[in-house]
Structure formats: structure tokens, C-alpha cells
């Protein structure tokens, strides 16, 4: 029958071959034209939902699917895309309803228990979902959505043995499965085994040698086993395979950045987050690391402030509905939010804080970011507060719903752009007031973020002022004090008379050690014949990492034996390394914090070079509140000035050593009970503020 319409069910057919071809704006014509023909085909109307949820357009796929089952209420594809469609739009309650029935119509289906799961999920009903999970592997043990989603949700509940417990029955069950390989490489990875993970990593990449993401995985277990120089090798594979692959681009740039490749570094957290606009890691390790390179201070608040514009943009107005108490003189409840609460820097400058809080000003929480293992910091840092939550697998929005519900008054970033930030949370202000502390040195450039604590050293008024979104109280003491380590040695004497036997010494990391530090130190070894540069940083135990900084420094006539370059140590070896140092230099334009307290601390006189933002004139603050004014350089000339008057009084260098240790603890930077009180009042600043504005 020449010019006769084709049969709706052979139009449909016809649509399910172009969408399974990629056309789906023809797909969806033609399903169009099957319905226009029978507005009851069922194979159109399966068509056309299905077109419309690959093209994002899933308020209108509602309507076909659900004629859809409507008409055939135990239709397996038919309820299971209508649980896709509700649940893309947010309707997690009514979507697992859906996937239930989708579930009882396909008994056989692993995915509907895992959509099924995916929506319990979502709806905080974790053990739920656990067991759906558990249905679909049972199904299908090497069901990779099921056992990645089986992998977050036992996380987000705290067990992490049970998480290494499925992946290893799923490798058992399928060995040849790539995902079960993937997904135990991750596991191991994540539970400290990144030696155990590298099989499995290698295992899943030969699987699929197409894959980009097992190239990742492979990476990351080999950077944490301490192979750098492979892990950059399967990043840049992963990226050969996909050069828009954001996470790839931001595990190299971070790999490049341990290796102080600092400006290659930011070009490829660049490249990644042109790539992938809202990949907010990215952003956020790109502007950490602009903060090693020189330059115009006002550059880097540029940037600061445009990613801050972007993410409020994105998370929209925040509200300011919040039903605590305008009370000015009332007790606070404070929230301290960090993935930081280990054993890290920030944890030993935030402890002395903690412990000197005063309980009948503040009431403390702590938000605990930090996925992984605790420790015995943890521990310690659990019993110096009032309550303590572990938020790791809560998305931002719903911590930010957490912490509003729970009435914090004043809400304390800890991170700022360092790994593991939450700062997503702030631009939702969860709390009337938000401030951020001891864990980044620059603005955050949110709005939403209300004050920024530091003191007139780090941030001398003027020009810090207009660096920052924030607005800054200095504190009328230095902005920090740190909890010595519990064991240690005893700091060592100057061992030897003759002036010409010195050992400078930096253990900051690479990152920090800019090229004008080194063409600085450069001249220092010039100007002191047999003298020697100790540095030590984990990445230094790659030879890629040692013949970049032996190259650095050839270029400026110093030979390779005139450097010690010592890789990753116990901390009771750290701190005893420190006996074979004279001088410590501080770096720049991003000095030292806690490398330089562990110096002064083991005896060690530190020189810095004070700059024009905070990360520069940390060192300035840490030796103005121990009485080494006398230490802090203002031009590079005069660091070097500095170090030669040291080193040419042996008697007073030697004296100023032996009374390091006592000078410290003689000083604000062990006061933790005085910097608790300087705190507390500018909490008590901002919360006035805010009930003024009631």
C-alpha cells in the first residue's frame, strides 16, 4: 500500500533503533508519530519516556510512563523508568514506591533492587537500602552500580569492614568482573591497604583497558603506596583514554603539585575545572595551590571571590530565618566543621583551643568531615567537646540542614580550600554567624562567611582588609597556639666550633619551595663555603622529586652534594632530624606554620621572609610572639643579612638554640587557655552583630 502510514508498533520499533543509535530527537519523533497513531501503543509510549529521560527532560517523561503502566500496571521497563523519572526529580519517596512494584514485576532484575536501594538511600534509610543492595548482588554479584552504591552506604554507616567484606565476596564470586575489581582496588585503597589494592587496581584496568576511571583507581593505589612517578603515568593513561576526564586532570595537578610543579599544577586544576565548572575539589585544590606562587596579592582575591560568586549562584540566596535565640549575652553554642580532626597540622593547633574553651561561655560541637580511619587524635579531640558528629556522607546540603536543626549560633570553618573542605555548607548558612579559622590562609570568598580570625602580624591592617570577603578580627595576640608533641627528644647543641660547618634546613613540602626561594638559598650556600641544605618532605623519596630539586639548584651553581634530601619519616625521627640543622629557612611566598613550631620547639631558630598576604607572614607572627623579632626579614637582602649575623656569633647562636624549647613554652604559642578567651570574644563580636540586626 504505497503511501500508506507504518504501523504504530513498527514506528516504535523504529524509535527503539534510533535511540539505541543516539538519535534521539528522531527517536522521539517517531515515537511521536506511533502515538499519534494509537495514543495507547505501549512500545511508543515506553519510547518516547525513554527518549525523554536521556535528553533530561524528565518532568515530561512522567506523563507517558505513567500512561504507561497505567495501562499495564506490571510493566518492568514501564515502572522502572517511571521510578527514574520521579526519582531525577527529587521525588525519592514516590520513586522507591515505584522501583518496589518495578522489583515485584521483574524478580530476576538487579538493577530495579538497586534503583530501589538507590531511593531508600536517599532517604536516609540506610540499613533499607543496604539490604536491596544486598538483593541485587545476590542477583548479579558483579553488578557495579549496586556495589558501588553498597560501598557508600555501608561507609556512611561506619562499616568500613563490612564494605571490604562485599567487595572481596563480589571478587570471589567474579573475578572476571571489572567493577567487583574496581570497586575492592577502592575499598582496600580507602581502608590504608593501598599495597593490597594494586592487584586489584591492575586487575580491572586489563579488564577494560578502555576505561579511564580504572587508570584513576590504578593511580591513586599507586601514588598511596608512594610509586609517584607510576601514579603520574596512569593518570596521564586515564587521560590519553578521556583528555576531558576531571577527576584524572585533578589527581595529576596534584601529583604535579607533591612534586612542587606548582604552576603546572594550577594550568591542569584548569584545565579541570573548565572542563567540569561545578567539580568543586578542583576549584578549590587550584586555589590552594595559586597561594605558593608569587604575585599580586589582589590576583589571588580575584579568584577567591569569583569562585565564591559561582557557588552562590549556583546554591542560590541563602536564608536568613534562623530561629536562634538573639540573645547577646547567652551561652553559644559553637560548631567547628573540618576533615581535619586526626592526626594533622590543623588538629594540633585546634587541641589547646578546644581544651581551653570555657563550658559556661560556649558550648562546643565538632563535625567531623574525615571518611577514613580515626586515630588517637580523634580520640583525644572527642573528649575536649560536647558533642561530636561524624558528617563524612552527608551531602552539604543535607549537613547544612544538620547543623541548622540543631541550633548552632556560631558556625566554624576549618578548612577553608584544603582537601576535604565543606565550604558548600557555608553558602547555604546553616548558622547566623559563620566564620573560618586556623586552617587556610586567605579569604574564602564567600559572602555567606561573615569573619575571618587571624592577628595584625599575619594580616596587617590596610590592604588585608581588602583581600578578604570576610570581615578580619585580629585578635590581640598571635591567632594561633599548638599543643606540643606529647614525646620527644631533647633539643641538640651546636655541635661543632667551626663556623663553616652549617646545615640549613627546610622540612616544609615542595610545594612551598618556590624558585626564588631556591635562587635565595642558592646565594646563602654561596656565601657559606661547606655549608649544606637539609630538606626533608615525603615526595623526596621519588627520584623524580629529587632530580627536579638537584635541577633547580644546579641552575644556580650549587652541586648535588651540597643538598640532603631525606624522604618521609616517623614523627620521633622528624622531630630528631632536626638535631642535624642549624638554621631553619622558611619558605615563601607560603612559610611554614607547624614545621616551623616543631623547629623553635626542637631547638631550631627559623629566618623567614615576611611578604604581603597571611600564608607569607605566618612565620612573622609565630616568631614575633616568642620575642624573635630579630628573625623576621623584610627583603631578601635582608634574609640574607639576617642569617649571616647568626652564624657569625657562634656564642649567641649556640645560646639561642639551648633556650629555644624554653622560650616557646614561655610564650603565647602554648597559651591555650589565653587564646580560648580571645575567641570566645570574637564569637561573642559576631553573634552581637547578628542580634543587633534582629
Known amino acids: 500500500m504505497s503511501g500508506a502510514a507504518a504501523p504504530p ?30 495514543p495507547g501503543c505501549a512500545p511508543a509510549l515506553l519510547e518516547r519516556g525513554l527518549c525523554l529521560l536521556l535528553l533530561g527532560r524528565r518532568d515530561e517523561a512522567l506523563a507517558p510512563l505513567a500512561a504507561l503502566v497505567d495501562r499495564d500496571p506490571g510493566h518492568p521497563l514501564g515502572l522502572l523508568n517511571l521510578g527514574n523519572a520521579l526519582h531525577g526529580l527529587g521525588r525519592a519517596a514516590e520513586a522507591a514506591d515505584v522501583y518496589a512494584r518495578a522489583a515485584a514485576a521483574a524478580p530476576a532484575s538487579p538493577v530495579a533492587r538497586n534503583n530501589l536501594g538507590r531511593a531508600l538511600h536517599d532517604l536516609g534509610r540506610l ?152 567539580y568543586h575539589a578542583a576549584h578549590g585544590n587550584r586555589l590552594l595551590c595559586m597561594n605558593y606562587l608569587p604575585g599580586p596579592a589582589e590576583d589571588l582575591a580575584r579568584a577567591h571571590r569569583a569562585w565564591g560568586a559561582q557557588v552562590t549562584a549556583e ?168 599543643a606540643p608533641p606529647d614525646r620527644s627528644p631533647d633539643p641538640a647543641p651546636l655541635a661543632d666550633d667551626d663556623p663553616l660547618a652549617c646545615t640549613f634546613g627546610c622540612f616544609n613540602n615542595l610545594s612551598k619551595v618556590s624558585p626564588e626561594a631556591v635562587a635565595l638559598w642558592a646565594r646563602l650556600l654561596h656565601d657559606t663555603p661547606g655549608a649544606r641544605l637539609l630538606l626533608k618532605n615525603h615526595s623526596l623519596a621519588h627520584a623524580t622529586a629529587r632530580a627536579r630539586v638537584e635541577g633547580l639548584f644546579a641552575a644556580h651553581g650549587v652541586t648535588a652534594d651540597r643538598l640532603v634530601l631525606t624522604g618521609r619519616l616517623g614523627h620521633a625521627e622528624h622531630l630528631a632530624l632536626h638535631d642535624r640543622v642549624t638554621l631553619a629557612l622558611d619558605p615563601f611566598p607560603y612559610a611554614g606554620t607547624v614545621t616551623s613550631l616543631e623547629a623553635l620547639w626542637m631547638g631550631v631558630p627559623v629566618v623567614t621572609l615576611a611578604g604581603d598576604r597571611h600564608a607569607a607572614r605566618v612565620g612573622a607572627s609565630l616568631l614575633e610572639a616568642v620575642g624573635l623579632r630579630h628573625l623576621i626579614a623584610r627583603t631578601p637582602d635582608e634574609y640574607l643579612e639576617v642569617v649571616r649575623a647568626l652564624l657569625a656569633d657562634r656564642a649567641g647562636l649556640r645560646a639561642l638554640k639551648r633556650g629555644l624549647r624554653a622560650r616557646l613554652l614561655a610564650s603565647p604559642l602554648v597559651d591555650g587557655d589565653a587564646l580560648a578567651r580571645a575567641v570566645e570574644d570574637a564569637y561573642r563580636f559576631g553573634w552581637r552583630a547578628w542580634c543587633a540586626s534582629r
Open 315 to 482: 546554591v542560590g540566596p541563602a536564608p536568613d530565618d534562623h530561629d536562634n535565640v538573639p540573645d547577646p549575652a547567652r551561652r553559644l553554642r559553637v560548631g567547628y566543621l573540618s576533615p581535619d580532626l586526626r592526626a594533622h597540622p590543623v588538629a594540633s593547633v585546634l587541641e589547646p583551643l578546644l581544651a581551653g574553651h570555657d563550658r559556661d561561655v560556649v558550648e562546643v560541637v565538632a563535625y567531623d568531615a574525615w571518611p577514613g580511619a580515626k586515630d588517637a587524635v580523634t580520640a583525644r579531640l572527642r573528649g575536649l567537646v560536647d558533642r561530636w558528629r561524624d558528617v563524612a556522607w552527608l551531602d552539604d546540603a543535607a549537613l547544612a540542614a544538620t547543623i541548622r536543626a540543631e541550633g548552632i549560633d556560631v558556625l566554624v570553618d576549618l578548612a577553608g580550600h584544603t582537601g576535604g573542605s565543606r565550604l558548600s555548607v557555608f553558602a547555604r548558612r546553616p548558622a547566623p554567624v559563620q566564620v573560618t579559622y586556623l586552617g587556610y590562609p586567605n579569604t574564602t570568598g564567600l559572602p555567606t562567611v561573615d569573619l575571618r580570625l587571624t592577628d595584625a602580624t599575619a594580616d596587617p591592617p590596610g590592604l588585608a582588609d581588602v583581600l578578604h570577603v570576610e570581615g578580619l578580627v585580629r585578635l590581640p595576640r598571635c591567632f594561633l597556639a599548638w
Open 9 to 38: 508498533a513498527a514506528l516504535a520499533e523504529d524509535a527503539a533503533r534510533l535511540r539505541a543509535a543516539g538519535r534521539l530527537d528522531d527517536a522521539l519523533r517517531r515515537a511521536d508519530e506511533a502515538l499519534a497513531g494509537d
Open 127 to 278: 540499613d533499607e537500602a543496604v539490604a536491596r543492595y544486598d538483593e541485587a548482588l545476590a542477583l548479579d554479584p558483579g553488578c557495579g552500580l549496586a556495589l558501588g552504591n553498597l560501598r557508600q552506604a555501608l561507609e556512611r554507616l561506619g562499616r568500613p569492614g563490612d564494605v571490604l567484606a562485599r567487595c572481596e565476596a563480589a571478587v570471589a564470586a567474579r573475578p572476571d568482573a571489572f567493577d567487583a575489581r574496581l570497586h575492592l582496588a577502592i575499598a582496600l585503597r580507602e581502608a590504608g591497604r593501598a599495597g593490597a589494592a594494586l592487584p586489584h587496581a591492575h586487575a580491572a584496568a586489563d579488564l577494560d583497558p578502555a576505561s579511564p576511571a580504572a587508570r584513576l583507581h590504578l593511580g591513586l593505589a599507586l601514588q598511596e603506596a608512594g610509586r609517584l612517578d607510576e601514579a603520574l603515568a596512569a593518570y596521564e593513561a586515564a587521560l590519553a583514554l578521556d583528555p576531558a576526564f576531571a577527576p584524572a586532570l585533578n589527581c595529576l595537578a596534584g601529583a604535579q603539585n607533591a612534586l612542587g610543579k606548582v604552576r603546572e599544577a594550577v594550568a591542569t586544576w584548569t584545565r579541570a575545572v573548565e572542563v567540569a565548572p561545578g
